[in-house]
């Protein structure tokens, strides 16, 4: 029996915000000694009340607005009781019926993912497990959380992945969230089933069986904290239930976590079921209701997203689709890439603006960034933000090769330079003599050494070995130390062979 893979992914998403959700405790709490970020809010103390987080209601109501959701006029939050050793009050505060943001979709590698809800939350507190001891460290609990619950439309373990990393791509672009599987500001929780092909349908937001069949049950997997994980964890449950069901076996509803060490899935707990937690509205916080003139102004405060930098730098720099992918994976990358773009047009068209721009000068910037510039940021784990060289000065550099100062090999000496030291590439090739060789009698003089002292490629140029010629000219440049105009180079060899 031939059976379709059905995964529908949570991607739970912690805000960036100077307090905690419900309190006025520090939301920095990486690195910071357990149980140093907490008050009788957070810790669920007797009497204590909590008080919403403005900031962060705007931002989750920015992220349902990005995922294309609809925002409701009217919302509130809800207690989701469970027992849990790292959830003090034996609940949490979450939504339920009401949520900030309901429907919408994103694209990921053409296919459109729907969106079921995006809610806001508070996060729980973390367990530390120490020679046999489990621990309890409360700076995490209270930390505002968006869980996005996406439909069951996702098809693959790679598209689980990509789906993933275009949710982190989105909350990075708008500022709300660092979205560092690393530092768990963004965690993935996955539910997968197979059933057999023709069998089942998605109706709403939920996988129903066709008449006369039941449906397979679907198994929860956590403990995924990288994309790649989610890759391989998917990819191994895909197996583990395609062989269970093939064996004629059966799947159980419930919880599994990923074991990376192990690369398996292990059995943690029954799946609960909604009724389970008891949901009912939280009595020590008011409903919201939102103004549409606020909605229109927060609306408005979205920066362009990824899909649509992707198809305006398609559309207006004449990038290629993957290229332009690549260019935009990260909001500072696009930035800086197309401050570079102008910055290099404006070097002989002052007043130049994005909308008349070259495309070869915007295909070269694309080379000299996706190439020189990403290459030593990762070789030497520098983040933009830190990194020296402006794109004012990688503008200033083409404009030297394209008035032959420098040659490209010498720009990439002196790109090197402005790297390390953040200094102006007219200073590095004048301090450093690098300025290109383009004087006519000096070359010719060099040509002429490079013909006497290599008889044999001169007479296979004569006889046709265009290769030949190439490698002539590779001994004019190692003479000179890779100064010369090559284009110069080349012509004056030709007058000189003849």
């Known amino acids: ?231 391989r964890a998917l990819t191994y449950e895909v197996e583990r239930q395609l062989q269970t069901l093939s064996a004629g076996g059966k799947i159980d509803q419930e919880t599994r976590g990923w074991l990376e060490n192990k690369g398996v899935t292990v059995k943690q707990r029954t799946k609960e079921l909604a009724p389970d937690y008891r949901y009912f509205p939280e009595p020590d916080l008011p409903p919201f209701v939102f103004d549409p003139k606020d909605l229109k102004k927060i609306r408005e405060e979205i920066p362009e997203l990824p899909d649509e930098k992707i198809n305006r730098f398609v559309r207006e720099y004449a990038l290629e689709a993957k290229k332009a992918q690549i260019i935009t994976s990260s909001k500072e990358l696009a930035d800086w890439y197309e401050e570079a773009v102008v910055a290099y047009a404006q070097t002989e068209k002052p007043g130049a603006d994005y909308e008349h721009i070259d495309s070869k000068k915007a295909e070269i910037v694309y080379n000299w960034v996706s190439g020189e510039l990403l290459r030593r940021l990762n070789e030497n784990q520098t983040s933009f933000s830190a990194s020296l060289i402006t794109p004012a000065q990688l503008a200033q550099l083409l404009y030297l090769i394209d008035k032959n100062e420098v040659s490209s090999s010498t720009a990439k000496e002196v790109f090197a330079e402005m ?43 004569a006889s046709g070995k265009a290769e030949a010629k190439g490698f002539l000219i590779g001994q004019v440049m190692k003479l000179t130390q890779g100064r010369a105009n090559p284009g110069l180079v080349s012509k004056i060899l030709d007058e000189e062979l003849k």
């Open 1 to 231: 029996m031939k059976y379709d893979v059905i995964i529908g992914l949570e991607v739970h998403v912690q805000l960036k915000t100077r307090s905690k959700m419900f309190c006025s405790c520090s939301a920095g709490f990486w690195n910071e000694p357990p149980n140093t970020h907490v008050c009788p809010v957070c810790l669920g103390l007797p009497g204590a009340l909590p008080v919403a987080n403005q900031e962060a209601v705007k931002s989750a109501l920015k992220v349902g607005f990005a995922l294309n959701g609809q925002t409701l006029r009217q919302s509130k939050f809800d207690r989701k009781h469970y027992f849990y050793p790292d959830l003090p009050k034996g609940y949490q505060i979450s939504q339920y019926d009401l949520p900030f943001s309901v429907g919408g979709w994103v694209e990921v590698d053409g296919a459109r993912i729907g969106i079921t809800r995006a809610h806001l939350e508070e996060d729980t507190g973390k367990l530390i497990h120490v020679n046999g001891q489990s621990l309890i460290d409360f700076n995490r609990g209270g930390i505002p959380l968006m869980e996005i619950v996406s439909q069951p439309d996702i098809r693959s373990p790679e598209e689980s992945r990509l789906y993933g990393q275009k949710i982190q791509q989105i909350v990075r672009y708008l500022g709300v969230s660092d979205a560092d599987m690393e530092k768990g500001s963004l965690r993935i929780d996955a539910n997968i089933s197979l059933q057999p092909q023709g069998k089942w349908k998605v109706k709403k937001d939920r996988v129903v069986a066709l008449k006369g069949y039941t449906l397979n049950p679907k198994v929860e997997v956590k403990n995924m904290n990288s994309f790649r994980s989610v890759e």
């Open 419 to 461: 790297f390390r030291t953040g200094q102006d590439p007219q200073k590095i090739v004048s301090e450093k003599g690098l300025k290109q060789v383009s004087d006519v009698e000096r070359l010719r003089e060099t040509v002429r050494e490079v013909i006497n002292l290599n008889p044999k490629p001169v007479a296979d140029v």
